[in-house]
């Protein structure tokens, strides 16, 4: 079983378009992450959610629109696609407090044409 | 913003001798992180330190953590082949009483060749 599954794996998408990327952790976790990883390999979270609750919004823009459903999942929608978008999205989960650990789902590479 | 930042940028040895990663970062930490990832996939944690701790270590894994110096090191001993991989710090940080985030550096790249 997997931990922490995102879907789709590859998403390929012409500029202007909205897409969506969907985590689902079945690990009981109360904290969820999106980070975005660019072509460097530079990591950097974009959202944490706690509880459905949004904890950390960092400066992404307004195109990136999380949604939390329940505890489990936290979806990304991105509107009006831009190529700078273009890189790997992760998603990840921890329980709640201050020394934890994150558990990475397998990402999602986003090509934006 | 940036935390973590790894020396060296990549790393390339052979199988059986040991690596040596570095991490700085910039402020006060509740906690540093290393992360494993392999092409393509997403990352694996290895080893937390809390900001209390000196030392530690996980099957042949060594982390020593310098809060003085803001500096951390992972040491992988008799390396193998599949330990080729991207290496992380993280800094965990207390956000808002009780949440943390990672903020991650920008890796080193080990490659262990056969």
């Known amino acids: 079983d997997t931990a922490v599954s995102q879907t789709p794996k590859y998403l390929v998408t012409q500029m202007g378009n909205d897409k969506s990327i969907k985590c689902e952790q079945n690990?009981?976790?109360?904290?969820m992450y999106w980070y975005k990883q660019d072509s460097k390999k530079f990591l950097k979270i974009m959202f944490s959610?706690?509880?459905?609750?949004?904890?950390i919004n960092e400066t992404v823009p307004n195109r990136f629109s999380p949604k939390s459903p329940d505890k489990a999942h936290l979806n990304l929608h991105i509107n009006s696609l831009e190529l700078g978008d273009s890189a790997v999205y992760f998603c990840?989960?921890?329980?709640?407090?201050?020394?934890?650990?994150?558990?990475f789902g397998q990402g999602t590479r986003l090509t934006v044409v | 913003s940036q935390q973590g930042e790894e020396d060296p940028q990549a790393l390339s040895i052979q199988e059986g001798e040991n690596a040596t990663m570095n991490c700085s970062y910039k402020?006060?930490?509740?906690?540093l992180q290393w992360y494993r990832q392999n092409s393509g996939r997403g990352l694996v944690h290895l080893i937390l330190?809390?900001?209390?701790?000196r030392e530690k270590h996980s099957g042949r894994l060594r982390v020593t953590l310098d809060t003085s110096k803001k500096s951390s090191s992972l040491l992988i001993t008799a390396s193998r082949a599949a330990d080729t991989a991207s290496y992380f710090c993280?800094?965990?940080?207390?956000?808002?009483?009780?949440?943390?985030?990672?903020?991650f550096g920008k890796g080193t790249m080990l490659l262990v060749s056969p």
């Open positions: 990840a989960s921890s329980t709640i407090g201050v020394n934890t650990e994150a558990f």
């Open positions: 690990l009981g976790h109360d904290t």
């Open positions: 959610y706690n509880n459905k609750e949004l904890i």
């Open positions: 402020t006060s930490i509740n906690n």
């Open positions: 330190i809390r900001s209390n701790e």
């Open positions: 993280a800094t965990g940080s207390d956000m808002n009483s009780g949440y943390s985030t990672l903020t």
